[in-house]
Nanobody, 119 residues
Framework: QVELVESGGGLAQPGESLTLSCATS????????MGWFRQAPGKEREITAQ???????????SYGDSVKGRFTITGDYAKNTISLQMDALKPEDTAVYYC?????????WGQGTQVTVTS
């Protein structure tokens, strides 16, 4: 099991930016994908962004439709870290954001971090 440590998030006004970070507590090999899902109150968990590595190199980044063009995911495979730059935030981005990691052993989740966008 991989333990993930999340940071960032908090409170923002519409149009502002926030950054989320996620890292493994111990160095992990064979990472396939890292990313975030988010879950708003009363809604299902939805994919936000993910980065997939092939042979330790960034291979593909993908985003949920609702965040395309506003959010940017970056990652450092060697450091086992990812970051999510969230720009032009909207009230509908309010949710708990959960970092996850896929390895050969399966998927593990972070504890979640709250992002609240309100004026």
């Amino acid at each position: 099991q991989v333990e993930l440590v999340e940071s960032g998030g908090g409170l923002a006004q519409p149009g502002e930016s926030l950054t989320l970070s996620c890292a493994t507590s111990q160095h992990t090999f064979n990472i396939i994908t890292m990313g975030w899902f988010r879950q708003a109150p009363g809604k299902e968990r939805e994919i936000t962004a993910q980065i997939t590595w092939l042979n330790g190199k960034s291979n593909h980044r993908s985003y949920g439709d609702s965040v395309k063009g506003r959010f940017t995911i970056t990652g450092d495979y060697a450091k086992n870290t990812i970051s999510l730059q969230m720009d032009a935030l909207k009230p509908e981005d309010t949710a708990v954001y959960y970092c996850y990691i896929d390895t050969n052993a399966g998927r593990d989740w972070g504890q979640g971090t709250q992002v609240t966008v309100t004026s």
